[in-house]
């Protein structure tokens, strides 16, 4: 099985301000790696997948980055609905979601 | 517009079974796989399998085998998951998503709460 690990579980920003999220696998996961965003008590959007590409819909200030074993989400400028929790996901051995990070309005 | 539409909340009592639904509509029901996703309340996603919703095939998460069953009705576009030998800790709201092109979870029904109390 593969282990996403994400960093850090809570993060504190203001609108505007430029957001970094980390994934880190147990093992390579060869670009097999997605991003999903939840706000509460809706279920998750698919944001991103394969390591960099964006879901339909998806603004530009989304971007992912990332090989290997360690992967990036970004938001440029945060605007206010992207406050909310990022799960990242793997393919590359069934499938597996990270622990989630907590983006929250400083 | 692609929609899955399931079932709604249930309690059971520890050691009874659950059977949620997950109906799809708005696109080619046989052509796509369907996944089950759990979430505990204030926890993360849990991936608990996927079934190939036309032929039925199906592949579950090593936690959940022996436990959980997926099935599809081609008749009506609907994909089901059976939880066995409830207890406490499957208390969560459980997902069906389409497996999209990509494999990736690209549609999401709204979820169905299910409590498990004795």
């Known amino acids: 099985e593969i282990v996403l690990t994400q960093s850090p579980a809570t993060l504190s920003l203001s609108p505007g301000e430029r957001a970094t999220l980390s994934c880190r696998a147990s093992q390579s996961v060869r670009g097999y790696l997605g991003w999903y965003q939840q706000k509460p008590g809706q279920a998750p959007r698919l944001l991103i997948y394969?390591?960099?590409k964006r879901a339909s819909g998806i603004p530009v200030r989304f971007s992912g980055s990332g090989s290997g074993t360690d992967f990036t989400l970004t938001i440029s400028s945060l605007e206010p609905e992207d406050f909310a929790v990022y799960y990242c996901q793997q393919r590359a051995n069934w499938f597996s979601f990270g622990g989630g990070t907590k983006l929250e309005i400083k | 517009q692609v929609q899955l539409v399931q079932s709604g909340a249930e309690v059971k009592k520890p050691g009874a079974s659950v059977k949620v639904s997950c109906k799809a509509s708005g696109y080619t029901f046989t052509s796509y796989y369907v996944h089950w996703v759990r979430q505990a309340p204030g926890q993360g996603l849990d991936w608990m399998g996927i079934i190939n919703a036309g032929g039925g095939s199906t592949n579950y998460a090593e936690k959940f085998q022996g436990r959980v069953s997926m099935t599809t009705d081609t008749s009506t576009s609907t994909v089901y998951m059976e939880l066995s030998s409830l207890r406490s800790e499957d208390t969560a709201v459980y997902y069906c998503?389409?497996?999209?092109?990509?494999?990736?979870?690209?549609?999401w029904g709204l979820g169905t709460l299910v409590t498990v109390s004795s």
């Open positions: 998503a389409r497996a999209g092109p990509n494999v990736y979870f690209d549609y």
């Open positions: 394969d390591t960099s």
